[in-house]
């Protein structure tokens, strides 16, 4: 069983940049790890995601270039670097583990999540 513990969200104004971290209870280092988030009324939505050694990432288009995905396996521990935040970026953020290692942008193929750290960028 792996727990999940995002943290590092908070309030930010429009242009401004935030690093989220989740760290997992036991080893994560053969699973792939990704971030999602959610907004009020929304569906969860993928944000990133990074294979099990790091050599291979994926970006949903609307932060391409703006965010970026990276893990440390010796913390157990991923990370979301966020630059240049808008306020459509305001959501809950979620990480997640697929056992399978799959770099997958399916939420369906991820078996562990955290409880999520809220973002709010202002205008």
């Known amino acids: 069983q792996v727990r999940l513990v995002e943290s590092g969200g908070g309030a930010v104004q429009a242009g401004g940049s935030l690093r989220l971290s989740c760290a997992a209870s036991?080893?994560?280092?053969?699973?792939?790890l990704s971030w999602w988030r959610q907004a009020p009324g929304k569906e969860r939505e993928f944000v990133a995601a990074i294979s099990w050694n790091g050599g291979s990432t994926y970006y949903a288009d609307s932060v391409k270039g703006r965010f970026t995905i990276s893990r440390a396996n010796y913390k157990n521990t991923v990370y979301l670097q966020m630059s240049s935040l808008k306020p459509e970026d305001t959501a809950v953020y979620y990480c997640g583990a697929d056992t399978a290692s799959r770099l997958s942008t399916s939420r369906a193929q991820y078996d562990y999540w955290g409880q999520g750290t809220q973002v709010t960028v202002s205008s």
């Open positions: 036991g080893r994560i280092s053969e699973y792939a």
